[in-house]
């Protein structure tokens, strides 16, 4: 078999120490039965405890592991562009430390960049998606709907029901031309990426995924506004041709 790396798995990783080995573990047994060459980059987004440690401790048990990362805290959204411009893999897909989406799930998206298109994003919004155990309503409602609503009036996006999910498949392609071009390091960095994958004409699938929802974790009023103040500049970006 060809050394070309097949495929890049990253992930963006602050204050991690905790749950990255058993999630590093798991990623590991899946991709080592696997027929293809994979690497598994784990970014740490300047963490302040011991996340850098703790996945360059694994090394020498988990094949193809490669930490890397930066001092500064800059936000998830720099990580995983920092993570994806740095892999090598035909495809590069980026997932949580929480490990809420199991890696085997990656395999729903090679069927799709065969058929052709150019992103294949996991979501929890469309028909056949799994959430364990359900959410919330008013957590739905609140933090879900209405960014949704607020999203699509703000920067478009209409036809996809879910851009928060953090699952998301790309073509080294993609991420080479549109990766760059990104201007959010936080909150609505998703919503970004994939306006300027439409505006350059690349094809998105929505595929649904099974999701460990962890009914413990708590979005706060306070980055519900850091979101929509992210749309409101990736807005004022595309008026300004920022992107161009």
Sequence with gaps: MSKEIYLSVIIPAYKEERRLPKTLKEINKYLSKQDYNYEILVVDDGSPDKTSEVAQSLVSEIKNLKPTGYQKNRGKGYAVRFGMLEAKGKYRVFTDADNSTSIDQVEKMFPEFEAGFDIVIGSRNVKGAVLDPPQPW???????????????????????????????????????????????????????????????????????????????????????????LDLIKIRLNLLKRVYD
Aim: net charge positive; aromatic share 12%; with cysteine.
């Design 138 to 228: 008013i957590r739905k409602v609140v933090t879900g709907e209405s960014f949704k609503l607020l999203r699509k009036i703000l920067v478009g996006l209409w036809g996809i029901q879910d851009t928060q999910c953090g699952f998301k498949g790309f073509k080294d392609e993609v991420v080479e031309k549109v990766f760059p071009k990104c201007k959010i390091d936080r909150f609505a960095f998703d919503p970004e990426i994939l306006v300027l994958c439409k505006r350059v004409g690349y094809k998105i699938k929505e595929i649904p995924i099974y999701w460990k929802n962890d009914l413990e974790s708590k979005v706060k009023f306070k980055s519900m506004v850091k979101m929509g």
